[in-house]
Nanobody, 119 residues
Framework: QVQLVESGGGLVQPGGSLGLSCVVS????????MGWYRQAPGEQRELVAD???????TYKDSVKGRFAISRDNAKNMVYLRMNSLRSEDTAVYYC?????????????WGQGTQVTVSS
């Protein structure tokens, strides 16, 4: 059974830092892409950062230079280090994994973890 479990998040002051972690129980699947999305109240879920199986990363423009995504393939984990946090980074952050079995890819999501940036 596929499961994504996130940890980290919480309350931080503007300018502070937080780290998120996600472990993927992938079962029989291989992991292709891994990443982080976020959803603020009243907003659509949006990509924050992702990293593909070749290690190529993509970032939302507003987090470039502040956030860093990394993955540990041996541990089936993906991390997001968030620095210089702003109030507009407040959202529920979701871990995402694109898993592959044969020629079929499927998307899976974690349960979400709250990140609140406030003084």
């Amino acid at each position: 059974q596929v499961q994504l479990v996130e940890s980290g998040g919480g309350l931080v002051q503007p300018g502070g830092s937080l780290g998120l972690s996600c472990v993927v129980s992938r079962g029989k699947y291989s992991i292709e892409g891994m990443g982080w999305y976020r959803q603020a109240p009243g907003e659509q879920r949006e990509l924050v950062a992702d990293v593909n199986s070749d290690g190529i990363t993509t970032y939302k423009d507003s987090v470039k230079g502040r956030f860093a995504i990394s993955r540990d393939n041996a541990k089936n984990m993906v991390y997001l280090r968030m620095n210089s946090l702003r109030s507009e980074d407040t959202a529920v952050y979701y871990c995402h994994a694109r898993l592959r079995w044969g020629k079929v890819d499927r998307d899976y999501w974690g349960q979400g973890t709250q990140v609140t940036v406030s003084s």
